[in-house]
């Protein structure tokens, strides 16, 4: 819906027109069984505290998985989202724990963090014609390292900054309505999606973002300064990843210098499972949000029936194969 | 149309059905919260406590995340777990202060918390089921000094300076060579991250700057068969002494490139830790520590029960 507006005004390419609202309602039925199954399989399941851990258990992944959507929809790809997101946090330790600089400094830390970062990897791969898949690899490694370095390969913990844990798992909603104490980092994760749709569907970066995945050439000879709107939309990705690196910091109440590498593929997973094309121009952030709940909600019904771990990562992987191909089939038939 | 979008929740039902349908009335519901899943340790405690499931009738799941750094995978594993309401909770704890509060949830709920392996730092746990590190790396301390004849330099290739098996394995055989014997000196502890090309590389730089070397402790596993290689690549005749066990370390020690190895006892750490749990819910006091054992094995008891029923491949 969204994109068939962007595209609409765009006015460039009819075939990302409609896109996202059919898979949209093929990962949103998908999720919706996977609750109903879960629900009678198991008393426990659809209890409040369960449903929050959930949500909670989704809110990182969940907002890697947005900033991966971004890069995607260009067509790229983005490997360091887990290591950036862990050098952010590492960041943050350094400005609230060793420096004992006050809390907005560290948030304001992992944000500017990121979206160097972020905009290092676009110079990469927009003017030194680096493939994406490369210069985020590339990234990914010197992240993780650097995060050792300048941890000391230590965890920093945030003993002494008291309300840097609120940032996760205070309750702003739980304060106004009790007996809901849905987590703040849940309301980041919807905060940080409302803020992507309506970057990707209301302004100049979301049209050009769509435009990059589905024809760069195209947009290219028309005259736009391709090369500035690649950085822009994977340095907005960095500063996404920044918002990740606090979340998972703020619920661990500590940096963990060695996280991250690995947290890419289920951030990707998530986004190709709420329909996101891996081939670009197509995606939406409601989906990715879909595709993150789906595999949080796979995990931890999965672990409420007590089934076996060796069998929970071979559903999950079933489920990944089997969402794409619903995908294909529908396209066959447009 | 309809067929497709429920392919998922299809596959999902299907899968769950096989599941449920073999989770049978058991008088316990124990869920075990491990540092790992897939590595032969893990396995080998998992074993263990399967082992205590079918003995005192109870039901016991094992997860662990795949890495030890993923530290947040725990916590939701262990929010799976608490949600599941079981009757006991076993831990073995990443980062002991990100589970304080789910522990007190767990406290809260009156489900009783056995800590396992390293243990974790809380009053919670009602006791934890460990090897004593600093006594088992002390006797692989005692070892070399009798296999290289009380005197000479040996070295120590470690996995890490932050964990606490790191700290106290070096500690522990440091400082037994330091007190008991005053002719063999400790030129070098190095850490290879547990990764074993990395310790091979250690191992050859700590051979090729100390030609008249002893011998070298490898502190777990990776470090252990780093040493091996690194022995082997340059022809040494260093002695060399290996922690924990797997089938290229005890091939090792058959062709006696390695004398020989500490091995914990990873099988009775699960079993202790259900057996800890299952007593903790009959209302029994529990010791504040279970200490599971350890033994120096080498070629000629490798194939003792007592031993051969602790070493995994």
């Not at chain 1, 309301?187 to 024809?215: C, D, E, M, P």
């Not at chain 2, 746990?125 to 301390?141: K, Y």
Request: glycine share 10%.
């Amino acid at each position: 819906m969204t994109e068939a507006n962007v595209a609409a005004k765009a006015g460039l390419f009819d075939n990302i027109r409609g896109s996202g609202a059919w898979h949209k309602l093929l990962a949103f039925s998908g999720l919706l069984a996977l609750l109903v199954v879960f629900s009678l399989a198991s008393p426990n399941f659809l209890q409040t505290q369960n449903i929050i851990a959930i949500l909670q258990a989704t809110s990182v992944n969940g907002v890697l998985a947005i900033a991966a959507t971004l890069v995607i929809i260009t067509g790229g790809i983005d490997l360091s989202v887990g290591t950036l997101m862990t050098f952010c946090a590492v960041i943050t330790g350094v400005v609230l724990t060793y420096l004992g600089w006050p809390l907005p400094f560290g948030i304001l830390a992992a944000l500017l963090t990121g979206m160097l970062s972020g905009f290092i990897s676009g110079f990469t791969i927009a003017k030194l014609k680096v493939p994406p898949f490369i210069a985020t690899l590339g990234m990914m490694l010197i992240l993780k390292g650097l995060s050792l370095v300048v941890s000391g390969t230590k965890p920093i913990y945030f003993n002494n900054t008291p309300g840097f844990s609120q940032i996760s798992l205070g309750s702003v909603v739980g304060n106004v309505i009790p007996g809901l104490p849905i987590p703040n980092g849940v309301l980041i994760l919807f905060v940080v999606a409302i803020l992507i749709s309506f970057v990707l569907g209301k302004t100049a970066l979301g049209r050009y973002t769509f435009a990059l995945g589905s024809n760069e050439e195209a947009v290219r000879l028309s005259g736009v300064n391709v090369d500035r709107w690649k950085i822009a939309v994977y340095a907005l990705a960095g500063s996404v990843c920044g918002v990740a690196g606090l979340l998972i910091a703020s619920r661990l109440n500590s940096a963990q210098p060695a996280l991250g590498q690995g947290y890419e593929l289920d951030a990707i997973a998530a986004v190709v499972i709420g329909g996101t094309s891996l081939s670009g121009g197509r995606g939406t952030v409601l989906g990715t949000l879909i595709g993150a709940l789906i595999i949080s909600v796979l995990a931890n019904g999965l672990r409420i029936l007590s089934v076996a771990q060796e069998w929970q990562t071979v559903v999950t992987g079933c489920i990944i194969i089997l969402a794409v191909y619903a995908d294909i089939l529908r396209r066959r038939k447009l | 149309m309809f067929s497709r979008r429920t392919l998922i929740g299809a596959t999902a039902a299907l899968a769950l059905l096989a599941t449920t349908g073999a989770a049978s009335a058991q008088e316990y519901d124990i869920a075990l919260i491990s540092k790992g899943f897939q590595h032969q340790f893990w396995q080998a405690v998992k074993a263990g406590a399967d082992k205590a499931a079918a003995e005192f009738n109870a039901k016991v799941t094992f997860e662990g995340p795949d890495t030890e750094a993923q530290v947040d995978r725990q916590m939701d594993m262990l929010s799976a777990a608490l949600a599941r309401k079981p009757s006991a909770i076993g831990f073995a704890a990443l980062d002991s202060q990100a589970a304080t509060p789910l522990l007190q949830q767990a406290k809260d709920a009156g489900i009783p918390v056995i800590a396992f392996d390293s243990g974790v730092d809380s009053d919670i746990p009602l006791t934890t089921a460990t090897t004593d590190n600093v006594a088992a790396a002390a006797l692989a301390a005692d070892k070399m000094a009798e296999l290289i004849g009380g005197a000479g330099k040996v070295a120590v290739v470690a996995h890490d300076q932050t964990s606490r098996t790191g700290i106290d394995r070096v500690n522990g055989f440091v400082d037994r060579i330091k007190a008991n014997y005053p002719n063999i000196e400790v030129v070098s502890v190095q850490y290879g991250g547990g990764d074993q090309l990395a310790s091979t590389e250690i191992t050859k730089s700590i051979l090729l700057a100390n030609p008249d070397l002893k011998g070298i402790f490898g502190a777990n596993e990776g470090s252990a068969l780093g040493v091996v290689n690194g022995k082997k690549e340059l022809n040494s005749n260093v002695v060399v002494i290996g922690y924990d066990s797997g089938a290229a370390q005890k091939a090792a020690i058959m062709d006696g490139t390695m004398a020989g190895a500490i091995t914990q006892n990873p099988v009775g750490i699960g079993y202790e830790t259900v057996k800890a749990a299952i007593a903790a819910l009959k209302g029994e006091t529990l010791p504040k520590v279970i200490d599971t054992g350890f033994f120096y094995y080498d070629k000629t008891n490798m194939d003792a029960p007592e031993i051969a029923a602790v070493l995994y491949d």
